[in-house]
């Protein structure tokens, strides 16, 4: 399998500070994991998944969108997501939990 190298942008790791339905300030790991060959991984309190990605470009920008596969509590789960730069170390970011919630986010890059 060849390695696919992506923009280096994305790539590393992020600390989730800020979340629309979960408070992250307390004892909930919030985080994300984008490598150089476009796979990752996230942990969001009760959900997480493994990551499948890419750089797509818009007329307004580029965001990393991803699919993921992992588990929601003790389920398994699905869903996709994306990861757009605010600054040079932060994003903000938006994953989709299949036939479930929908959680925004801003990181910090760790």
């Not at 992506?6 to 984008?34: F, P, S």
């Not at 990551?51 to 699919?67: A, C, L, N």
């Not at 789960?77 to 994003?91: I, R, T």
């Amino acid at each position: 399998m060849s390695v696919i190298n992506i923009d280096r942008d994305y790539l590393g790791n992020w600390h989730i500070y800020q979340m629309d339905i979960i408070d992250v300030e307390t004892d909930v790991k919030a985080v994300i994991r984008i490598n150089q060959n476009r796979l990752g991984h996230f942990e969001i309190g009760m959900v997480s998944g493994e990551i499948d990605g890419k750089v797509t470009y818009y007329p307004d920008g580029k965001r990393f969108e991803f699919s993921w596969i992992g588990i929601n509590e003790k389920d398994r789960a699905s869903g996709w997501g994306w990861l757009k730069k605010k600054d040079k170390d932060s994003v903000e970011g938006y994953v989709k939990i299949h036939l479930g919630d929908e959680l925004k986010f801003l990181a910090r890059r760790v």
